[in-house]
């Protein structure tokens, strides 16, 4: 079954500072998708990035960008120049691409200090 | 505001009635999904709709739960003889698209308390 592991419940960053997320995950498929959702206090999830396993290059988004490592079956979220908007539960979910259940990591808060 | 919907926002229960939770999905979209996530954790994947069909349902999803989709619009959730265990805030998520990587948009949960 695949899992996937949020190594650090707590993290937090000084505004305008830059932090990385942690997630492996445990597959022996080779082809799906991996997904960064963040969910602010009180407020829905929402998307922050998505990378296909099938391509090499790290997606990004503004000043959200991924680490993704297929053989080490990691996908770290590195968020640049944090803002006090970036404060929210993150939480890591895999997708295969022959199934509809994703699954989600436990989640890490992360706090920003202004 | 076309985002996903879900109603009640909160539920309280005793312990042994019936419960049903209302989803609305962004209008155009196929595909609809239902979670549940208990406190300090991530959401956990119970089933799923394409259209009106039920095509995936999680282990977790036990006989007193139920899922429709009438018409591929609306989704309910119904959890017959509540538990204890079953109080956790249920999600619904939608989104548009034929593969594992099209984006789910998310309603704001209905938080579940059974006394």
């Known amino acids: 079954a695949q899992t996937v592991t949020q190594s650090q419940p707590e993290m937090s960053v000084q505004e305008a500072e830059t932090v990385t997320l942690s997630c492996t995950y445990d597959?022996?498929?080779?082809?799906?998708?991996l997904f960064w959702y963040k969910q602010p206090p009180s407020r829905q999830m929402i998307l922050v990035i998505r990378?296909?396993?099938?391509?090499?290059q790290n997606a990004t988004e503004n000043r959200f960008s991924v680490n993704f490592q297929k053989a080490a079956k990691s996908f770290s979220l590195k968020i640049s120049d944090s803002q006090l908007g970036d404060a929210a539960m993150y939480f890591c979910?895999?997708?295969?691409?022959?199934?509809?259940?994703?699954?989600f990591g436990a989640g890490t808060r992360l706090t920003v200090k202004p | 505001d076309t985002g996903v919907s879900q109603n009640p926002r909160h539920k309280i229960t005793k312990r042994g009635q019936n419960v049903t939770f209302r989803c609305d999905p962004i209008?155009?979209?196929?595909?609809l999904y239902w979670y549940r996530q208990t406190l300090g954790q991530g959401p956990e994947f119970l089933t799923y709709?394409?259209?009106?069909?039920?095509?995936?349902k999680s282990r977790l999803l036990s006989d007193r739960f139920s899922a429709e989709r009438p018409k591929g619009s609306f989704s309910t959730l119904e959890i017959q003889r509540t538990e204890q265990g079953d109080s956790a805030m249920y999600l619904c998520?939608?989104?548009?698209?034929?593969?594992?990587?099209?984006?789910?948009?998310f309603g704001p949960g209905t938080r579940l308390t059974v006394t």
């Open positions: 209008s155009e979209h196929n595909r």
């Open positions: 709709f394409q259209n009106e069909a039920q095509l995936e």
């Open positions: 998520a939608s989104s548009l698209g034929s593969g594992s990587g099209d984006e789910q948009y």
């Open positions: 979910a895999y997708r295969s691409a022959r199934r509809n259940d994703m699954r």
């Open positions: 990378q296909e396993a099938y391509k090499q």
């Open positions: 597959t022996s498929e080779s082809d799906y998708y």
